[in-house]
Nanobody
């Protein structure tokens, strides 16, 4: 059983920054790919960023260089540094793990409960 627990959500004005963290506990392997997804009110969940065991990253187009995903493997923690936040970034952000590291956004099969981000104008 794997638990993913997010932290770092909150409210910020447009142009500001936030950093999300997610700690994995339980039977977690360093080979897992880790990622962040988000869901705005009334919108479908969408991928934000992912990172492999050795640090290879992938970002959604809308990130536009504003966000940076990172991870540590001593304790398995994945972080998302978000800069230049926009009102459109408002939503619930979910930490996720892909136990097979499929390379596909659809491969993420373990999910956290999420943390809310609200960006105001």
């Amino acid at each position: 059983h794997v638990d993913l627990v997010e932290s770092g959500g909150g409210s910020v004005q447009a142009g500001g920054s936030l950093r999300l963290s997610c700690k994995a506990s339980g039977i977690v392997y360093h080979s897992y790919c880790l990622g962040w997804f988000r869901q705005g009110l009334g919108k479908k969940r969408e991928a934000v960023a992912s990172i492999g065991q050795y640090g290879r990253t992938r970002y959604a187009e809308f990130v536009k260089g504003r966000f940076t995903i990172s991870r540590t493997n001593t304790e398995i923690i994945v972080s998302l540094q978000m800069n230049s936040l926009e009102v459109e970034d408002t939503g619930r952000y979910y930490c996720a793990a892909d136990s097979k590291c499929t390379g596909s956004w659809e491969g993420f099969d373990i999910w956290g409960q999420g943390t809310q981000i609200t960006v105001s104008s």
